[in-house]
């Protein structure tokens, strides 16, 4: 088949490789019609490449027909229409019966002291092939496959698979509706659903933050008022003022920082980042534990503007072990802070019920690119550098 690979720092390929097979009695192999490009692929993009291998099977975000199913499968067949959410998990263990699919303890990769496997997402996470292929094999595919309804156009359900449950939880763990203002920092797809989903959940004032003038744009038409950070010159403080003159002096009582460890404004630790991409990958990878290694211009600024006694819900995905927060700030303004990967595979059942018979959250526009999946180098390369008005990237395989 052929799939989108990893070969080095910001290369990815398109190239022909072996066809996935039934391995374990509990896999489904699909076939995918539909796979989206996320801001984590970002990451492994550029960033991450110190936990890369030449050649791994990038994406997170397919939908598609199930094409086999191993001899335990029971809820899913073939030719059933299905989207696999991003996190792997079996569904039955403490952590998933919790909903808490990022722990479960089945897929968990002990061997680096970490949550659930992950598709497509370093060595870190499993080392499991990705999504951005004509053909994927599904672990648990029983849980892990979700059935949707055929007629509409894939992308009333692709979002399942990452951006809906991922803007979803960091939605819910803003705790809105409780919290009537809330500032979303970072407009890409996450930022942008998640102002979305807040709005339908009952937040009354939205803001949102970004510097991208079509992504701000985008937010401000669906009624979000838009700040362009680039007007702060890296001034946090200034930043939270111009927040605050919105909500009559107050600080939002909810941020949800949707940016991550390549937040513009971190200057020094991007030339860190930068410098390990081009080392050797053990010591790279030590680098990672020891010294300050995300861009936390964006964490920082959440923490500098979010209101007294607010809630923090951080989504955008963090590395660095090492990083300076200021816990000082976040113990005197009395903080609460939630965090962590989306357990996408459990909200699907909240979520696809308003998809059914609506294009809710307009999903079937929300992508601004489709292309083949051949031409990924491309789309990889306009989404990083936010070329073409790239915002969200649907390949078709
Ligand atoms: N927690 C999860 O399960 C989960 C799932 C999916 C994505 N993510 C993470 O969410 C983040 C966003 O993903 P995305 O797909 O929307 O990607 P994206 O890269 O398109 O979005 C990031 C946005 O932040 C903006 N930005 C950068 N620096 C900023 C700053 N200082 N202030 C304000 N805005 C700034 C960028 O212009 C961009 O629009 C990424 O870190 C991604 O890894 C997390
Ligand atoms: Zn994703
Ligand atoms: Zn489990």
């Given at each position: 088949m052929r799939a989108v690979t990893w070969q080095s720092k910001r290369k990815v390929s398109v190239e022909t490789v072996p066809d996935p097979v039934i391995e374990e009695p509990t896999d489904a192999i699909i076939k995918i019609t539909s796979t989206a490009i996320c801001g984590s692929d970002l990451?492994?993009?550029?960033?991450?490449?110190?936990?890369?291998?030449?050649?791994?099977?990038?994406?997170?975000?397919?939908?598609?027909?199930?094409?086999?199913?191993?001899?335990?499968?029971k809820n899913v067949k073939v030719g059933d229409r299905v989207v696999i959410p991003f996190n792997i998990a079996c569904g039955q263990c403490m952590m998933c019966r919790?909903?808490?699919?990022?722990?479960?303890?089945?897929?968990?990769?002990?061997?680096?002291?970490?949550?659930?496997?992950?598709?497509?997402?370093?060595?870190?996470?499993?080392?499991?092939?990705g999504g951005q292929a004509e053909y994927l094999r599904v672990p648990h595919a029983d849980f892990m496959a979700k059935k949707v309804p055929v007629g509409p156009p894939d992308e009333r359900f692709l979002y399942l698979s990452d951006?809906?449950?991922?803007?979803?939880?960091?939605?819910?763990?803003?705790?809105?509706?409780?919290?009537?203002?809330?500032?979303?920092?970072?407009?890409?797809?996450?930022?942008?659903?998640?102002s979305r989903i807040a709005q339908h959940l009952g937040a009354e004032i939205i803001i949102g933050i970004d510097l991208v003038p079509e992504r701000l744009a985008r937010a401000a038409a669906h009624g979000v008022i838009p700040i362009d950070v680039r007007e702060f010159e890296g001034d946090q403080q200034a930043l939270a003022?111009?927040?605050?003159?919105?909500?009559?002096?107050?600080g939002p009582e909810a941020v949800i920082e949707a940016v991550g460890m390549e937040a513009h404004g971190s200057p020094n630790v991007k030339a860190i980042q930068q410098?390990?991409?081009?080392?050797?990958?053990?010591?790279?990878?030590?680098?990672?534990?020891?010294?300050?290694?995300?861009?936390?211009?964006?964490?920082?600024?959440?923490?500098?503007m979010v209101?007294?006694?607010?809630?923090?819900?951080l989504v955008g995905v963090y590395a660095g072990q090492a990083d300076p927060i200021s816990l000082d700030a976040l113990f005197d303004k009395q903080i609460q802070?939630?965090?962590?990967?989306?357990?996408?595979?459990?909200w699907t059942k909240e979520i696809l019920p308003l998809l059914i018979d609506d294009n809710?959250?307009?999903?079937?526009?929300?992508?601004?690119?489709?292309?083949?999946?051949?031409?990924?180098?491309?789309?990889?390369?306009?989404?990083q550098k936010k070329e073409d008005e790239a915002i969200k990237i649907v390949l078709k395989p």
């Open positions: 990451h492994l993009y550029e960033v991450m490449t110190p936990f890369m291998e030449k050649g791994d099977i990038m994406g997170h975000e397919p939908m598609g027909i199930v094409q086999e199913v191993g001899s335990a499968v919790k909903g808490l699919t990022t722990q479960c303890e089945v897929t968990q990769v002990k061997e680096h002291n970490r949550g659930a496997a992950l598709f497509g997402y370093t060595k870190l996470y499993g080392h499991i092939p951006v809906l449950p991922t803007a979803w939880q960091a939605v819910k763990y803003a705790n809105i509706p409780k919290n009537k203002t809330v500032v979303v920092i970072g407009l890409g797809p996450i930022g942008d659903m998640a003022e111009a927040v605050r003159s919105h909500l009559g002096g107050r410098m390990t991409t081009l080392m050797p990958d053990p010591i790279a990878q030590k680098l990672f534990t020891t010294v300050g290694m995300d861009r936390l211009f964006a964490l920082h600024s959440a923490i500098e209101g007294r006694g607010g809630t923090l819900s802070v939630r965090m962590g990967q989306a357990n996408a595979p459990f809710m959250f307009d999903v079937d526009n929300f992508a601004t690119h489709r292309l083949s999946l051949e031409e990924a180098p491309h789309a990889y390369e306009i989404f």
